[in-house]
């Protein structure tokens, strides 16, 4: 029986409810800890990197327990509910640190809850995913619901870029940067400052129980509609395997340098964002415009994604595609340092770089996922063994580990700059964030993707074969 409307609508709403909170996690926890509460930019980056790679490792271990499970309920379902649940209130308790910890004690909440985060969310992640084949008969109908999640996910974190700062400043109660901020004194810029920060610290936890809840309830939709239909044993690679797969598979480990590469790119931009448009653009409406903006580049990278790609694949090869990406995303940063260094803040004008960097993230997300998907056949011909599961695994594991990266370069570039909201000492931040250390914010944020972008070009254009001929005649190979 094929899949009805309502199960394909329930599973959407589960991405949806499950990137909303992944979004949220990856985007502003650095924030929340570092600017509002404090906690040194450099310490935050080396738990939420350390955090990303341990949970990137922990993949193939939950991977394992889910195979193994049997229940009258199914293996994925049960393990997908636990974890949501589990996962919801340790997100609210990550954006809800007591008022009373601070120093040691506020690292140390951090990092236990960050590590909790990670795990609980694995816990669901790699249920939600693997569970397709056990309600889908197979061939186009799993591609269409995979692409459909794949969508509703992307609408997930488009909702939290949008929502999320516009949601925090109304749940806590008050703007309190008045329009005339800078002609104030250091000690009034002082005490606005610190209740602008208590006030972003009650919306962020008040949010982040919104989300927790509207994910427990997606999920919940999700598991109550979805049936398994069969059982299917479910292949749980090692790290071990992962790693020999690449090593014996040189087009895998092409594909997933350029995915490291373009993934810190992207990631490094997305955790500064906010960091520009509070500290370099700055005034009492940042976060309008920080909002507008972010609303703008979601808007343009799901079009990217569900228009763009197919329009172009129409016309050009993934390959060329991939090379035009690329440069639309160097361009499109070229022209944002440019505008930077110029001191030009109107969102319209932001929104011309923006609109290219934002275009190619959506193409080079599908793209490095095609990429991945080649490099299956290739690895059969190859090796006389299809690792398809193994490669596969890969994607979520890299990810991870270029976001843990990505934030551990993000928070250097904090502390350089001297971007830190320590609450002991606002005047001096104010001052820091006015003076020549903004520079660092601004290369790092646009030069430093441009460099990962452009190695990631020579690494793909050196070593990647797999044409649409080659994977034409590698077919013809495998079949006869």
């Known amino acids: 029986m094929k899949l009805?409307?309502?199960?394909?609508?329930?599973y959407g709403l589960g991405a949806v409810g499950k990137d909303m909170v992944y979004m949220?996690?990856?985007t502003y926890i650095l924030y929340y800890y570092q600017d509002i509460l404090g906690v040194s930019s450099v310490t935050m980056g080396a738990i939420l990197m350390a955090a990303r790679v341990f949970d990137?490792?922990?993949?193939?271990?939950?991977g394992v327990l889910v195979a193994k499970t049997k229940t009258k309920w199914g293996k994925f379902r049960p393990w997908l509910l636990i974890g949501t649940l589990f996962n919801a209130v340790i997100?609210?308790?990550?954006?809800?640190?007591?008022?009373a910890l601070t120093g040691k004690g506020l690292v140390a909440y951090a990092a236990v809850m960050y590590i909790l985060w990670g795990v609980t969310y694995t816990m669901m992640d790699i249920p939600y995913w693997s569970m397709i084949p056990a309600f889908t008969e197979g061939g186009r109908e799993r591609e269409s619901l995979t692409s459909l999640a794949r969508s509703c996910a992307g609408v997930g974190s488009a909702l939290?870029?949008?929502?999320?700062?516009?949601?925090?400043?109304a749940l806590g109660g008050a703007n309190y940067i008045s329009p005339d901020f800078d002609s104030l004194s250091p000690e009034s810029q002082a005490i606005q400052l610190a209740m602008q920060a208590k006030a972003e610290r009650e919306g962020f936890r008040i949010f982040a129980l919104i989300i927790a809840i509207i994910f427990i309830v997606f999920?919940?939709?999700?598991?109550?509609?979805?049936?398994?239909?069969?059982?299917?044993?479910?292949?749980?690679p090692s790290v071990g395997q992962m790693f020999k797969a690449l090593i014996q598979n040189d087009q895998a480990m092409t594909v997933v340098i350029t995915i490291v590469l373009v993934n810190c790119s992207l990631y490094i931009t997305s955790n500064l964002?906010?960091?520009?448009f509070k500290y370099d653009i700055a005034g009492a409406d940042w976060h309008d415009t920080y909002t507008a903006f972010n609303a703008f580049?979601?808007?343009?990278?799901?079009v990217s994604m569900m228009l763009f790609y197919p329009l172009l694949r129409k016309i050009f090869s993934s390959i060329k595609i991939f090379n035009l990406s690329i440069v639309f995303a160097v361009a499109g940063y070229g022209v944002l340092f440019l505008f930077m260094c110029m001191g030009i803040h109107n969102l319209v004008m932001l929104c011309v770089p923006g609109f290219f960097i934002f275009v190619a993230f959506g193409l080079l997300t599908v793209l490095t996922t095609v990429f991945l998907a080649n490099t299956v056949d290739y690895g059969e011909l190859k090796n006389n063994r299809r690792d398809e599961s193994v490669i596969f695994s890969m994607q979520t594991f890299v990810v991870k580990l270029a976001s843990g990266v990505a934030v551990f370069i993000a928070s250097i570039c904090l502390q350089i700059s001297h971007l830190s909201k320590d609450t002991s000492n606002v005047e001096e931040a104010v001052e820091a964030a006015r003076s020549s250390s903004l520079v660092w914010l601004r290369v790092t944020m646009s030069l430093i993707p441009i460099i990962g972008l452009i190695i990631a070009l020579v690494v793909f254009r050196r070593k990647y074969i797999l044409t649409d001929g080659k994977l034409a005649e590698i077919s013809e190979k495998l079949r006869g």
Do not use: H, R, W
């Not at 990137?56 to 939950?62: G, T, Y």
């Not at 997100?91 to 008022?99: D, G, K, T, V, W």
């Not at 939290?160 to 400043?169: G, P």
């Not at 999700?222 to 749980?236: L, N, R």
């Open 24 to 26: 949220l996690s990856a």
């Open 56 to 62: 990137a490792f922990n993949d193939p271990i939950m």
């Open 219 to 236: 999920i919940t939709i999700t598991c109550i509609c979805i049936k398994e239909k069969s059982t299917v044993d479910m292949e749980s």
């Open 91 to 99: 997100l609210y308790l990550l954006f809800a640190a007591p008022p």
């Open 4 to 10: 009805s409307g309502k199960e394909k609508v329930s």
């Open 297 to 302: 580049g979601g808007g343009i990278q799901i």
């Open 160 to 169: 939290i870029t949008v929502l999320t700062m516009v949601c925090v400043f």
């Open 273 to 276: 964002l906010i960091y520009f």
